[in-house]
C-alpha cells in the first residue's frame, strides 16, 4: 500500500469495534456456527457451477468457463449514505448524457474553452456516424455503471464512468439470491432494500426508448457477440428475465427499413436493441468490414429513427480516462451545479507537466491506459519489480497521450471469509442507472468487487478478483 | 422464437439421445462380448464401429480391434470427433446457446451431465467401471429428459425438443437393426442357431426392449418378431412408428401453434402413413436392409425439411 492514510475498513473501526451499518449482520453472524459457514461456502460455489454462472477469461486456453469468487459477507451501505451517493449519481449520469449530445450537435462545451478539442477528433470513440443525429428520446447512455472507490467515512470517489456496455448486474442478482437462498432468516432480521426488480426495470427502461414506429409493446432483443463471450451468461440471463429474445448478428438483417429478427415463422420487426457488441462490430457496413458479429445496414435504420440501439453508438466518447479527468468541468457545465460526487486526483500524461510529475513519481501511482478496461495494460507504481517499472517508462514515453496517472488510493476494505478467520480485502462499487426520458432510476446497492489477495488492489474478475453482495439498509 | 434458437434445441435433444443410444449399445455388445472368446468378441466390437460408421477412422487410429481400444474411441478418444464426451459438449453447448428458451431445471440437467461426464471421462474407461460410465451416460440423459418433459411449456420449444429426440433415435433404432442383419452373422447357416438368437437379444438389448420384448413373447426369440417389434410396434417407445408417431404429432402442434402447415408436416405424414401401412412380410420381402437404408435416407430428408422450413439457419 502506498500513501500514509490509514485504510478505512466498513465493518470496523480502528478499535476493532463494529460500525452501526454492520451491527445487524454482526449480531447474526455471532449467533452462527462457524463450520456450519464454511460449509455454506462450499455449497454456493457448487451452486455457481451447476446454475453456469461462469465467465470465459480471454486469452486463456480453451476459453476455459471460470467461476467468479463468492465471499458470503455482505458489503453494507447505510440509507443515509445511499441518498448522497444517488444524488451525485442522477447528477453524474445526467452530465454524462447532455455531454455526449452536445458533442454530436453544437459542441458548446469545446466553443465555451472548457474541453480541448483534440480530445475528441482523435478518439477512436468519437463516431462521425453519429453528427446532427437524435437517437430516440435523446438517451445516449442507457445502462450506466459509475465505478465507485471509497477512501473514508464520507469519501467516495468516481473511478470511471462506463457509459458503454458495463457489465456485472447479473452477478449483482446472483449474489442477492444465492445470500437469500443460503440465509433467509437474515433478511428478516436486517431490513435490506431489494434489486430483484432490476430486469423488469431494465425491460421498461428500454421500452420507453422505443421509436416512434414500435409495436403498442416493442419488441426488445439482446444482441450478443455468442456463447464464447466472457459475458454470454449475463447476456443469456438479462434477455431471458426481461422475456426478450437473445439474438447474434446472424439473427437480424435489415428488411423494408427495419431490423428484423429470424423466428420460426419468418422476419419480425425489433423495436429496441440492448447490444453487448462494441461499437466497432455493430456494422460492417458503417465500422469494421469484417465484423461477423453485426447487422448490415443497422446504422442506416437507426439513423432514420426506426430502431434505438442501447447503448448508442459513440456513447463511449464519454467514458474514457482521458476525458474522466474532466468529468467535474462537465458536470457543471451542463448541470449548472457544483458535482456532488468527486474524482480520483488525475495527471493527464499528455500534458508535459503532469507527465513531468508522473514520471517522477510513478512508484507512488497508479497509471493506465487512456482506452484500457478490465485492469489490462495498466502499472500500480508501489507493487512493481524496478524492471516493470522502467518497462513501462518507455511506453510511457513513447506515447504520453495515451496514459493517465492516479494516486494509489487506500481503497476502504471490507472483511471476506477466510480459512483464517475474517480478513480485510479492498473493494469498489459499481452501480447500475437505467436512463429513459422519464426517468433516471438507480438500483440500490450495485456489484461490489472484491480483491480476494490480501493487499490487492486489483478487483477486476479476469484477475482474480471477487463479489459480494451489495446491501443498502432501508433505514 | 428464434431460428437459431429452434435449431440449438432441436440439436441438444439429438446430442443427448444420441448418447444415450450409444451407451446403449455399449452396453450391449460389453455383456454378449463377456460371454464369448477374444477371437469372437472383436467382431462384435467391429459391429459397434460399423453401427455408429467410424470404422474408417478407426482403422487410421488403430490397427487392432479390441473391446477397451473401441469403447474408449467411441467414448472419449480424440481421433473421434464424434465421440460421446463431444456428443455432450455439443448438447450443452447448444443448450447454452438457446439458455433463455430452457426452464432452469432443464438447463441445469444438461450442465450437470456436461461437468459429471466430463470429470467421469477424463481418465481412459477400464472394463471394471464400463458398466458405471455407462450406467451415468444413461442416467443423465434419462434425468434432462425428464425435467424436459416435468418443467417446460408446451409451446414450439418443446416440440423442437421433441423433433430432434424422435428423429435422432428413429435413425439409431435403424442403424442399430440394420447392422445385426449385415456383419454380425459369419454366414447365412447361422441364421437361427444359439448364436444368432444371442445377437438377436443383444440387438433388443441395445434398444432397451429385452424384457419387454420377453414378457410380450413369453421368451420366444424370433428374427422376424423382433424387427416386427422394433419397427412396426407402436407401443415401444424406440420403435420406428412410435417414433415418427410422436414426431407427427408435434410437428402437428407446431403447425397448429403457427396456424400454418408447411412441406414437413406433409413429408412426415406421408412417410408415417406408409409405415404404419406395412407389414413385416412386406419389409422381408423387399429385403430388411434395403428398407433401413430407404428409412435412414427418408429420416434424413425429413430433419432437413424441418431445418428449411423452419429457418434454422440463415
Known sequence: MGGSDPVFDEMHDANGAVRPAYAGYDKWLSEQDQSLLRRKGAEAESFFRRTGITFNVYGEEDAEERLIPFDMLPRVITGAEWRRLSRGIDQRVR??????????????????????????????????????????????????????????????????????????????LENRETMMAMFPELFSRVRVRPVSDYPRRLARSLAACAPDCAAQRPVVAVLTPGIYNSAYFEHAFLADQMGAELVEGSDLRVENGRVCMRTTRGFKPVDVIYRRVDDEYLDPLSFNPQSMLGVPGIMDVYRAGRITIANAPGTGICDDKAIYSFTPEIVEFYTGEKPLLKNVQTWR?????????????????????????????????????????????????????????????????????TKAGLAPRHVDLRPFVLVSPDSIDITPGGLTRVAMKRGSLVVNSSQGGGTKDSWVLDD | ????????????????????????????????????????????????????????????????????????????DRNNPGNVVQMIEQARSNARMSRSSLTLEVWEGVNEAWMNLRDLLARPVRESNLGAVLTSIRRESTAVRGATYGTMLRNEIYHFARAGTFIERAENTARILDVKYHLLLPSLAYVGSSLDSSQWDHVLRSLAGDRVYSWLNAGRIDPRGIAEFLILDRRFPRSLTFCYGQLRENLAAL?????????????????????????????????????????????????LAIGEDYRFTA
Request: some cysteine; overall charge negative; charged content about 20%.
Open chain 1, 95 to 172: 452530465a454524462l448524457n447532455a455531454f455526449i449530445h452536445d458533442l454530436y450537435h453544437r459542441q458548446e462545451i469545446i466553443r465555451s474553452g472548457r474541453l480541448p478539442e483534440r480530445l475528441f477528433r482523435d478518439n477512436d470513440a468519437w463516431l462521425p456516424q453519429m453528427v446532427g443525429f437524435t437517437p430516440p428520446g435523446a438517451v445516449y447512455s442507457h445502462i450506466v455503471g459509475i465505478d465507485l472507490v471509497r477512501t473514508g467515512p464520507d469519501e467516495f470517489l468516481v473511478l470511471e464512468d462506463n457509459a458503454r456496455t458495463p457489465s456485472g448486474v447479473s452477478y449483482m
Open chain 2, 1 to 76: 422464437m428464434l431460428g437459431r434458437t429452434a435449431h440449438a434445441i432441436y440439436w441438444m435433444y439429438r446430442y443427448l439421445e444420441r448418447a444415450e443410444n450409444t451407451a446403449r449399445l455399449l452396453d450391449a455388445v460389453f455383456r454378449m462380448a463377456l460371454t464369448r472368446g477374444a477371437d469372437a468378441a472383436s467382431e462384435e466390437w467391429n459391429s459397434v464401429l460399423a453401427t455408429l460408421g467410424i470404422q474408417e477412422i478407426y482403422a487410421q487410429a488403430y490397427d487392432e480391434i479390441t473391446g477397451p481400444q473401441v469403447f474408449n474411441f467411441v467414448l472419449r
Open chain 1, 349 to 417: 500524461c499528455a500534458e508535459k507537466d503532469s507527465l513531468a510529475y508522473v514520471l517522477d513519481n510513478i512508484a507512488d501511482l497508479v497509471v493506465k491506459e487512456v482506452h484500457g478496461s478490465g485492469g489490462y495494460g495498466m502499472l500500480i507504481g508501489p507493487t512493481s519489480s524496478k524492471r516493470e517499472i522502467s518497462r513501462f517508462v518507455k511506453k510511457l514515453k513513447a506515447r504520453p497521450e495515451n496514459y493517465i496517472a492516479q494516486p494509489t488510493l487506500a481503497l476502504s476494505t471490507v472483511p471476506v471469509f
Open chain 2, 255 to 303: 403447425a397448429q401453434e403457427h396456424g400454418a402447415e408447411m412441406p414437413t408436416q406433409a413429408l412426415l405424414r406421408d412417410a408415417d402413413i406408409r409405415l404404419e401401412a406395412l407389414t413385416i412380410e412386406e419389409i422381408f420381402d423387399q429385403g430388411l436392409h434395403e428398407f433401413l437404408v430407404d428409412f435412414i435416407a427418408q429420416n434424413l430428408q425429413i430433419s
